[in-house]
């Protein structure tokens, strides 16, 4: 596992954590914004996890398939990173 994606695990687990903090806040009926200021903290670090992870992805698998010849591979490579950064801005 290179660096990049092991600092992603990371905050995967780091996320995992806050989960399991934020339903146990909800099962005992914790005040609501302290719960949302749970949740918020999980959602910054996926959304930090999703960056760590397109960067990498552009740097390694979409650099090396831009620099192929093949334009079919190409082509596919543009569109998941399409599909994904649409599925992001959702």
Known sequence: MNNEKGKTLINFKKVQSLMAKTIKMVEEKE??????????????????????LMENHLNTCFKNAMAAKN??????????????SKLANK
């Open 71 to 84: 334009e079919k591979l190409k082509q596919e490579m543009i569109n998941e990173i399409l599909k994904v």
């Open 31 to 52: 005040y609501c914004i302290d719960i949302m200021q749970q949740n918020l903290a999980a959602i910054g670090l996926l959304k930090s996890a999703h960056q760590m």
